[in-house]
Every structure is written in C-alpha cells, then in structure tokens.
C-alpha cells in the first residue's frame, strides 16, 4: 500500500496510542535504550515515517542512514517475499546459498579497487569492525589499531575501545579492549588553517612516536566521520593516510558503515579522492533495512585468517542477501548516487541560507544525503547542544524526524531516504528554518 507523501499531523506528538506503547516500553525495555522520538512507527517508506495513531512525519534520518533505498522499497520487498517462501536460514557455515555469495561478488566488484579481493558477511556495523581488526591482526602478526579523534565505530567491546565518545557509549562499560591507540584527525571547522596534508603529519607522527608502525596492524578511519559530527576532514588527509599505510604496511580500513551506498554522492565515500582501502566495512545501507554487514578488500588480507576463523550463525543471513541484491540493484537502476547530490544541492542551499541569517550556524559540510550544520554560541566557536537539542525538538513537534551527533552534541545531521521528494526536503527545512526563529 503506498503511503501519502505529504507531512500531516491529525493529534499531537505522540498522539495517544504512541503513548500508550511509550507506557509498555518503559515497563518491558530498560532505560538504556533511549529514543530519539516518543513517536512508535506503523509504516514507512519514501519520504515518510507514519505513526500507530496516523501522523505522517518527514523522515530525515533513514533509520540512521539505513533505508537509502526507501523503507519499502518494492524491489527489497519482492525479493524478501519470494526468499521467504524457499528458506530462512540453513547457516552459510552448514550448507551454504547462492545469495551470500552473489552478495561478496557484487561487493568485491562495486568497492574501490581492481585488485583481487574477498568479502565476508556479518550482521551489525560493528561486528564487521571487529572482524576487519581480526583479519587485520591475522594478516600482520601485529597488534595495534589506531583510531581518530571523534571516531565512532560501534558498542561492542572492542568496538567502544575504538569509539572516541565517553557518554553515552562507554561510560561505565570498561575496561575496554587493550591494544587500541587514538590520534587527532582532520576537523577543518576546528583546526584552524591546517591543511589535509599537515593534518596527516601530525597523526603519522604520533603514530610512529607512541605506537611504532612496526607494531601496527591496522588503522581504522570513517572517511567522513559520522557519529562524531559528519566531519569530513581536509583534501589531502585520507591519501596522505592510506600512502602512508601502504609504505608501511599497515592495513588501510575504512569503515563505510554510514557513508557507503551512495549516501555521500558517490557509491562509497572513499571515491571522491581516489582512496582505495585495503579492507572496507559495510553496512547499513547496504540492505535495505535488513541486518547486514561485510568485510571487503584484497585477497592476500583477507585469506590470513585459518579455516573456521571467520563466520557466525547469521551472517549473510539468506533474507539479508535477497535484500542486499536488491537494494543494490535498486541504487543502480534508479540513480541513486545522482539522487544523493541533488539532496546534497538542494540541503546545502537552505543551509547555507539559513547561515546566513543565523551566526549560531558555524559550519554546514557534508556530502550527498550526509548534510550537517554546526551550531555554536554567537560569536565564537563553543558548542551549542542545548540549541541542537531545542531546534531538533520543535521540528520533531511539526513532524520532521531529525536527528543530533556529534562529540559536543551540537550537530544538526540530515540523512534522509534517496526516495525522499523535493517538496518534502523543502517542507521539511520551513518547519527547520522556523525553529530556529523560534529558539532565538
Ligand atoms: N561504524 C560507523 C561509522 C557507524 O556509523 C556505526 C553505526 N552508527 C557503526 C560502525 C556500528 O554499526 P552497528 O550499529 O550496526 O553496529
């Protein structure tokens, strides 16, 4: 059934049977699961997120960043249907399917590189991290990681040894993993004039000082950091960092969990500067909502890891792969790397004009449909959460579902769906722009 592609809300948010469900989570979940809206979803798809009592919001956060192709994406829901009638689950690991292996073939087609490579599925974003460090590891025979300033890369215990953020991912859940080293990045709104070339100096230089790169077996970067604020560091930074890492030999990965997909405007965000990384994570966008994640790069890395040192139960799970087949196919066949830089023109402009207006905007950066704005106290550059927190609370009032990030919680990120119209991108930046009337 399509759903109206218009904003409309009949009651208040959240209307009475949304809180009615708020009641039973509160007695059934525990706390440590929060929500970015106390609004529960009936249905979903194109533009629009559609509540149990019948409001229609604008969606401008895919779920975070998941549903790049719509959340009901015809050709995802096809052939999840028809999955569903041959089987669920046997276990790659048992007897393994088509489906998984169609999966790592596109994928070792589509990432950056024509070198010989290898995928391996998983479920979560941050599962595939830790995998990628294993591998990593099993390849090099050494034991460091290092990671950036700002770095998100998941909650699993290895994975918040890497996330650089204490509240809410790591406070109170140590001791964190050993062996995991952070160094600053590239933060071009707060670095003042240091270029992407200085700005790799200096991390190469704290690496070869504190760590040793003959002790290093991976590093780990988001092209463009996501959790942490959509940063996109300085032209220059991440080439500088993977020749770097080729001379060396340590492993370049990149963690495309939230820009892969055609999310920034290219299929992977590591394109723009010709980065190719000898293992890059995915996931979230890659299947259409289903859980799915992989671990991509070159053959001789990938093969280090002894037979049976890989898997899990329901990894490559068979309705993911259906879902992961079509979702790409669907990128494909509909444009979507192009769509993504229309949203990119069309959000950077209302951005850019409402900056104008507005010096509590820093900073708006981003690429394709990973668009953020950074808000600060006029006339200087000290973070503003509470105006993050209070903006984004009025547009989740008047329907938009809007997300915050960042290490100080002072950014305003917009990731909608690629199936999003105009007019809501539009509607969505009028309920924004007045917002930020009504918080001055
Ligand atoms: N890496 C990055 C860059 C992410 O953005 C995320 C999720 N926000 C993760 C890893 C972890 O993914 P998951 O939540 O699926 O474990």
Redesign the pocket.
Known sequence: MSIEQKRRLVTDLPGPRSQELMARKTAAVPDGVGTTMPVFAARAGGGIVVDVDGNHLIDLGSG??VTTVGASSPRVQDALTKQIEDFTHTCFMVTPYDGYVTVAEKLNQLTPGDHDKRTVLFN????A?ENAVKIARAHTKRDAVVVFDHA?????NL?MAMTAKNKPYKHGFGPFAPEVYRTAGSYPYRDGDLDGAAAAARAIDQIEKQIGAENLAALVI?PI???GGFIEPAIGFLPALAAWCRATGVVFVA?????GFARTGDLFACERESVVPDLI?T??GIAGGL?L?AVTGRAEIMQAPHVGGLGGTYGGNPLSCAAAIAAMETIEADGLVQRAREIEGLILERLSRLRDQDDRIADVRGRGAMIAAELVRPGSDEPDPRLARDVARLAHQDGVVVLTCGTYGNVLRFLPPLTISDDLLHDAFDVLAAAFRETR
């Open positions: 975070i960043a979560s974003g941050a599962e991290v998100y890369h998941g909650r699993t994975t988001e950091q996501g959790e963690d495309e969990v939230q820009t994570v996931a979230k859980p994640s």
